[in-house]
């Protein structure tokens, strides 16, 4: 079992920034995939980020490419979603999510076994 906690959203205006955290327990964190989230009201859970276990690969959403960045330190068993230029559109409640296996089908909130219960990002603009 993987209890996933996540903290750092909070309110900003549109151009700023945030760092997420997922902190992890566990001691196998290394080993799993990890993901970022979200869900804004009346929307579907849609992906945002994701990281191998090794960190060597990184995948974005495109609406977040070049804004977002996903990061993990395996030394304190926490992921990070560094998140720059935020825009009213991406409000929303952020989940992080870790997948045992692997998946190639990283974008799908099926492959994910363990999920944390979110924090909420708010941009004004």
């Known amino acids: 079992q993987v209890q996933l906690v996540e903290s750092g959203g909070g309110l900003v205006q549109a151009g700023g920034s945030l760092r997420l955290s997922c902190a992890a327990s566990?001691?196998?964190?290394?080993?799993?995939?990890m993901g970022w989230f979200r869900q804004a009201p009346g929307k579907e859970r849609e992906f945002v980020a994701a990281i191998s276990w090794s960190g060597a690969s990184t995948y974005y959403a495109d609406t977040v490419k070049g804004r977002f960045t996903i990061s993990r330190d395996d030394a304190k068993n926490t992921a990070y979603l560094q998140m720059n230029s935020l825009k009213p559109e991406d409000t929303a409640v952020y989940y992080c999510a870790a997948d045992p296996w692997g998946s190639s089908r990283y974008a799908a909130t099926e492959s994910y076994d363990y999920w944390g219960q979110g924090t909420q990002v708010t941009v004004s603009s």
């Open positions: 566990g001691r196998t964190f290394s080993r799993y995939q």
